[in-house]
């Protein structure tokens, strides 16, 4: 299996920009787990799905940020419009079933907004 | 707020000695996790314990856990230069999310 896989691997964009990250879980995973990690505040649960279905968006910082799951192998994250303490890495996970079980990470999207 | 803390933040030995970080939470819990983190890197889980289970083994590590000083410990045996990395503990409670502590940096030296 490849494991969760998330592009881009790196954004650079400018304040004010669009940014969508992607990302498709490992194949057979009913749920999907988007996170932010910053030095100043660690590891944060943005958003997380269950069979697709958004269960608790309560990580999500504000309005600019929003995100989709269309289908059991595909999710992203969108950030409209961007801003420069956006600047983090925004690592995508996935588990067989919630919580309960462990969760596989991607390698994550290194975003600067400049 | 973060639900686990770990002790201490960081922590250097020799290589062949072993590693024991701690982590500390407030509130009740279904499950505590244990993860690793390389530089630059996705986290890779190590080790789930719950909340009726009081020890687990992995290979080299070894986890506790302690419901009624609501503490769980990683203990990594016979340390490698590859056992470098950040280890996070994770937990699960009635929120159904799971919350990160802020890591330990391990440091191992050749």
């Known amino acids: 299996d490849a494991g969760v896989i998330q592009s881009p691997r790196h954004e650079v964009t400018e304040m004010g920009q669009e940014v969508t990250l992607r990302c498709k879980p490992i194949?057979?995973?009913?749920?999907l787990f988007w996170y932010r990690q910053t030095m100043m505040r660690g590891l944060e649960l943005l958003i997380y799905?269950?069979?697709?279905?958004?269960?608790?968006d309560s990580g999500m910082p504000e309005d600019r940020f929003s995100a989709k799951m269309p289908n059991a192998s595909f999710s992203t994250l969108k950030i409209q419009p961007s801003e420069p303490r956006d600047s983090a890495v925004y690592f995508c996970?996935?588990?067989?079933?919630?919580?309960?079980?462990?969760?596989?990470f991607g390698p994550g999207t290194r975003l600067t907004v400049t | 707020s973060q639900q686990g803390e770990e002790d201490p933040q960081a922590l250097s030995i020799q290589e062949g000695e072993n590693a024991t970080m701690n982590c500390s939470y407030k509130?009740?819990?279904?499950?505590l996790q244990w993860y690793r983190q390389n530089s630059g890197r996705g986290l890779v889980h190590l080790i789930l314990?719950?909340?009726?289970?009081r020890e687990k083994h992995s290979g080299r590590l070894r986890v506790t856990l302690d419901t009624s000083k609501k503490s769980s410990s990683l203990l990594i045996t016979a340390s490698r230069a590859a056992d470098t990395a950040s280890y996070f503990c994770?937990?699960?409670?009635?929120?159904?999310?799971?919350?990160f502590g802020q890591g330990t940096t391990l440091q191992v030296k050749p």
């Open positions: 996970a996935s588990s067989l079933a919630g919580t309960d079980y462990e969760q596989y």
């Open positions: 194949s057979g995973h009913n749920s």
């Open positions: 799905f269950n069979n697709n279905v958004p269960i608790d």
């Open positions: 509130t009740s819990i279904n499950n």
């Open positions: 314990i719950r909340s009726n289970e």
């Open positions: 994770a937990t699960e409670g009635n929120t159904g999310k799971l919350i």
